[in-house]
Structure formats: structure tokens, C-alpha cells
């Protein structure tokens, strides 16, 4: 019980901040989503070679806590840790299927409880100690082990019932149940890499600032406050299919510094003391969309901004005044607020870069419309009074939204539903204590985000049984929980693909939340520095780097 509390509290953290779990996880066998999948240099590199040697420095906003990826939730040592690290399968960008790479192949039983992989020779950490099926057998277990109890790759793995290596080349998963998300999971270069149980033992507690992982880059060093520098292996040779160059990386280093200050941050690519500038803030984006020094990667995020609605609130368990919420609020001038017009409008609870993403979503969302708002809340027997504010039953129209983010965008949808005669009170507070108040219900509208890397994002959102959990809507709903089961256990992706479309649609019908946006991510390369790729639901791709000097 106490971990499952643990659980519950990491993933309502993690998923409160908007953090991404998986860098380079995904699932489908559509067409790739139209977002720009930019090369950075790509328009000048055409008659250039790419050739070894440099260093490529890259900055990152916060210094991560360790670099052992079961220990760290941190976003920064995630991405830190995927250049030290591999995984059994990775995600194609372009056909977004999953694909084997540390794996040579893979199998699902009938009933999709059984996953048998076979593991790629060859294969050898930073130490030299080769990569057997053994080897993520001790990797998982250690994962999944008491003392792993609420760490992210605990969560992830979390539908694993017992893992097996009957030899070398043979892994076997056994799962608890059919898991749909489980694949891409294994996808994640970061939390699930395999680990060297060799080297954890013998740096013991400084294993941390001391990892060993298969990837293309070697840890050299730490310097506490400033860098982290790691150096190309050598003996790299098993690049996964997202890559020209498979294999070592041609730079001799990557160093990362650390840079909290953003707007220190773009002084220093302006300087050249960083050839690349991680999540850019939206606000400098269209300083250097034109820019020729610079090239400005971007594609939208694998989650939306959204209005979350408190069912067990009386006011908010009338559709009509959720529907009449929804028409009231205007998108683009959330976005134009919040994001300086760097953003998507959002009309369902999934964002075009998942898997299930309706594509005629569009076409039945709320429109934009203060007047039909206003008669919406009229034919539910709100009336407005003397001061422009709708009583019903002598009950004044007032809704209380609390936010962890002082967002302009809030004033403006106190401002939208001020325009239909809702008194709106907003209530900014800390994560911690937002979740808490979340938790108990004590509040009528949350401004919630998300990213995540899989649809079944919304079994923990909407699901009946996440009551008293993440599902802080208290979202009940018989039809829509048959339908989150069925999404998260369908292993056949055409009917999974339906399942989520049939979802969306319920959600909007029902009016569960309001969609604001979806943000882009930003990232920014000096063009001396070649190579450089992003994609959604990927990021940032660095194995066909190469120094142009």
C-alpha cells in the first residue's frame, strides 16, 4: 500500500509539472505528424562532408541530481543519461513504429502477456563488459525492486510481472495483463537503458556521478555547478534506424553546461559559448527563425494545456455550463498570451503528436462563440442580476480555478467568462500544494498540463478508478472507463487507433475538460554545428553531429 501511495504521488508530480517521462518514446504505424522535423544547417550543408573531431556544447537549464537513471526525475538527467545510454527497441520518427535496437527482434504471445526479445551481439558497455539478456534481466529487477519503490522507471515498468534471460540472447517479460503502451515504453534510452551491474558495485554510492551505460557517449566528467563533459566511444558500432551515422559520434566531446538564467542562456548563443540552446523560450523564437547564424528547431509537444473540471462541484455537473465554458474561452488569445502565438489551439484531450490523435477532431469541437455561450448558460436557468454576474436559485454563478502557474493567460479566461456573467477567483499556487488541493477536491477549474508519451495518459485522467488519484475531475463515466480499458490492453494498433478516437469524441461531447493549446518546443543550434535533428515526440537527435570548422 505504501508504495502504491508513492506511486501515486510521483506520477501526480511528474504529470503536474508537464514532464515528459520518456524522451524517445512512441506508438503508432500512422503517417508522421506534420510538425517541422528540422536538420539544423540542413539548408547550407548540402555541398559540406561531415568529418570528425570538435566539441559540440550544449546548454541545459537546471544540473541534474545523478546520473543513475532509476534514481533521478529530473528531465535534465533524462536527457543527459539517453546520450550514455541505448534501449531494446527505439522509435522510427518517420513511420512512428517501434523498431528493435538493442534488440535484434521481438515477439508478443496471443494473449500479448508474454514479450520474448532476442538481444544484439556485439553490443559492450563503457567498460568493456559485454550486453547480455542477463543484463537487463539485473537492470529491471533492480528497477522493480523495494528499494526502486516510486522512481519513474518503477512506474514504467510497472505492468512487468517477472522478468527472465533463459541464456544470453534471450529476454523474456511477463506482464500482468495485456499492455498496449508497454513496447514504446521500452523504447526510453534514459530510465530503461541497460545498466553494468559490474560497475554499480564497484563505485557503489558514487555511481551516480560515475555512469557506465552502451551509448555513444562516455562519461569523462563533472564539474559541480559548471559541466558535464563526455567523450565519443570508440567502440560504438550498434547506432539504432533514426540515424545516418551508426556509428561512433564524429565530435570528440559533448560537453553540457549548466545555465539556469534563460535569458543567459540566449546571451551565450549569441556569444557562441553554447552551440546549442535547450527549450528556448517561446518569447525568442522569432528572433532567430530568420536569423542565418542560427538554426531554430521546433515541433509541438506530446501533451496540451487544458481547463480541468471538478465534477462533484453542482454547478459543474450541468453539461450545458461546461459546453457554454468551453465556446467561452478564446484560443488564440490564450496562446498569444501564455506563448507569445507559439502554440497550436487544442480541441480534444490529445495532442495530433500521439498515437489515436482524431484527425477530424476539428471538425465537432467547440467553436469560439461568446453569444452562444451566453445561451447555453440561459437555457440551464442561469439568469444575470443587476451587476452582470448569472444567479440561479438564488446561487450566484461563482467558480473558483486554481493554477500552479501565474500564467497571463488566466486573467484572460477570468476576463472570457466575466464576458457571460461567470465570477471566476483564481487561486496561484505551488505544485505541491496545488496537487493537494486537487486531491481533496477543493476547487472548481484547474489549469492543468500534460505531457506524456502515449495516449493511455487519459486512463489517468478520466478512468473512474483514479478517483482519489489523478483523476481529479472525478470523471465517472461507465462508457468512457470500458473504453480507456480497451485502449490501454488493445494490442492490434488499427483498434486502438478507433478505441481513441471514440474516446475523444465522449470528451467532448461531454464536455469534461476545456483544451487550450498545445506549446511547441524550441530548441536553438549555431550552424558551425551540423547534423542536428528534432522530432515529435523525440526531441533532439545528435548522432549525425558533426563541427563545420
Not at 521481438?106 to 494473449?111: H, K, Q, V
Not at 475531475?473 to 481513441?500: A, F, H, I, P
Request: aromatic share 8%; net charge neutral; hydrophobic share 35%.
Amino acid at each position: 500500500m505504501n508504495r502504491q501511495r508513492k506511486k501515486g504521488r510521483l506520477i501526480a508530480y511528474l504529470l503536474a509539472v508537464g514532464l515528459l517521462l520518456a524522451s524517445v518514446v512512441g506508438c503508432s504505424s500512422t503517417s508522421a505528424p506534420t510538425d517541422k522535423q528540422n536538420d539544423a544547417g540542413k539548408s547550407n550543408a548540402s555541398n559540406l562532408v561531415p568529418k570528425n573531431g570538435g566539441t559540440v556544447t550544449i546548454g541545459l537549464p537546471e544540473e541534474p541530481d545523478s546520473l543513475d537513471p532509476q534514481k533521478s526525475q529530473m528531465a535534465t538527467a533524462s536527457l543527459v543519461t539517453s546520450f550514455l545510454g541505448g534501449a531494446l527497441l527505439y522509435l522510427d520518427p518517420k513511420t512512428l513504429e517501434v523498431k528493435p535496437h538493442l534488440a535484434e527482434s521481438y515477439t508478443a504471445s496471443e494473449d500479448g502477456k508474454t514479450l520474448t526479445f532476442k538481444i544484439r551481439s556485439g553490443v559492450t558497455f563503457h567498460d568493456g563488459t559485454p550486453l547480455t539478456a542477463k543484463s537487463f534481466k539485473e537492470t529491471f529487477d533492480r528497477a522493480l525492486s523495494p528499494d526502486m519503490a516510486g522512481s519513474v522507471t518503477s512506474f514504467m515498468l510497472g505492468s512487468v510481472k517477472s522478468v527472465s534471460a533463459p541464456d544470453d540472447k534471450t529476454l523474456v517479460l511477463e506482464l500482468k495483463e495485456a499492455s498496449a503502451t508497454i513496447l514504446p515504453t521500452l523504447a526510453d534510452s534514459a530510465y530503461l537503458q541497460p545498466l553494468s551491474m559490474e560497475a554499480i558495485k564497484k563505485q557503489g554510492k558514487d555511481y551516480l556521478r560515475n555512469p557506465v551505460g552502451v551509448g555513444p557517449w562516455k562519461f569523462e566528467s563533472w564539474k559541480t555547478g559548471e559541466s558535464i563533459t563526455l567523450v565519443r566511444n570508440e567502440a560504438y558500432k550498434w547506432g539504432d534506424g533514426m540515424s545516418e551515422n551508426q556509428g561512433p559520434p564524429r565530435p570528440d566531446k559533448l560537453v553540457i553546461k549548466f545555465i539556469k538564467d534563460r535569458s543567459t542562456m540566449v546571451a551565450a548563443m549569441d556569444s557562441g559559448a553554447i552551440d546549442i540552446g535547450v527549450n528556448l523560450p517561446p518569447k525568442d523564437a522569432s528572433k532567430y527563425r530568420k536569423n542565418e547564424k542560427f538554426t531554430l528547431l521546433e515541433s509541438l509537444k506530446t501533451g496540451i494545456s487544458f481547463l480541468n473540471f471538478n465534477l462533484s462541484s453542482a454547478t459543474l455537473q450541468d453539461s450545458n455550463v461546461r459546453k457554454a465554458l468551453n465556446i467561452a474561452i478564446n484560443k488564440e488569445a490564450i496562446i498569444q498570451a501564455d506563448l507569445k502565438g507559439e502554440g497550436e489551439p487544442a480541441y480534444g484531450p490529445l495532442p495530433p503528436t500521439l498515437f489515436g490523435y482524431d484527425e477530424n477532431i476539428e471538425q465537432y469541437a467547440y467553436k469560439f462563440s461568446t453569444e452562444e455561450a451566453k445561451k447555453l448558460l440561459e437555457a440551464a436557468g442561469w439568469k444575470e442580476n443587476a451587476q452582470g454576474i448569472r444567479e440561479k436559485d438564488g446561487k450566484t454563478l461563482s467558480l473558483t480555478m486554481v493554477a500552479s502557474d501565474p500564467l497571463p493567460g488566466n486573467q484572460l479566461i477570468q476576463s472570457m467568462l466575466k464576458e457571460i456573467g461567470i465570477d471566476l477567483k483564481i487561486q496561484v499556487l505551488e505544485t505541491a500544494t496545488m496537487i493537494e488541493v486537487t486531491n481533496e477536491g477543493k476547487f472548481d477549474i484547474c489549469r492543468s498540463r500534460y505531457a506524456y508519451f502515449d495516449p493511455d495518459v487519459l486512463f489517468v485522467f478520466m478512468h473512474s478508478s483514479q478517483i482519489g488519484g489523478l483523476n481529479t475531475g472525478r470523471v465517472n463515466d461507465k462508457q468512457l472507463d470500458s473504453l480507456l480499458v480497451k485502449g490501454r490492453t488493445t494490442m492490434d494498433l488499427g483498434e486502438r487507433k478507433k478505441t481513441y478516437q471514440e474516446i475523444q469524441k465522449l470528451a467532448v461531447e461531454q464536455a469534461y475538460l476545456v483544451p487550450l493549446y498545445m506549446p511547441k518546443e524550441f530548441n536553438l543550434v549555431n550552424n558551425r554545428i551540423q547534423g542536428v535533428k528534432q522530432y515529435p515526440r523525440v526531441g533532439i537527435v545528435l548522432q549525425d553531429v558533426w563541427v563545420n570548422e
